[in-house]
């Protein structure tokens, strides 16, 4: 469990990483676009379709704060999972009631 925290906090303090890491994250972004926009029958550009993949790709940014806080010596590998899988579950339920009402529809002209 050391060497994770380790990683992560080499990653934190390693600008040229961490803007590797924000690249890749933005093509991700941008790829989950495009497939929840093809979905859900809209234009690739629709800013439901980019919300929903930034607020997907999130989920990642809330894995690694919670590894961080939750990734101590004094904490078991089972237990430091359940509470990283608390967090994620509680950022993802956000996430779902936002998409669900959004309903990812192309608007209606009116």
């Known amino acids: 469990m050391a060497d994770v925290r380790r990683f992560g906090e080499l990653l934190h303090a390693t600008p040229s990483l961490r803007a590797h890491q ?5 093509r991700l972004i941008d790829e989950a676009q495009e497939v929840l926009a093809e979905r859900a029958g809209v234009d690739k550009d629709a800013p439901e ?9 999130g989920l990642w940014d809330v894995h690694a704060r919670s590894m961080h ?6 904490r078991a ?3 430091v999972h359940t509470a990283i899988m608390d967090d994620i579950r509680r ?3 956000v996430i779902e009631s ?12 009116t």
């Open 49 to 57: 379709a980019r919300i929903a993949a930034v607020a997907l790709l």
């Open 91 to 93: 950022a993802a339920r």
């Open 22 to 26: 924000r690249a890749a994250t933005e």
């Open 77 to 79: 590998p089972a237990e």
């Open 98 to 109: 936002g998409i669900a009402s959004a309903h990812l529809t192309a608007p209606t002209d």
């Open 69 to 74: 806080r939750h990734l101590t010596p004094d």
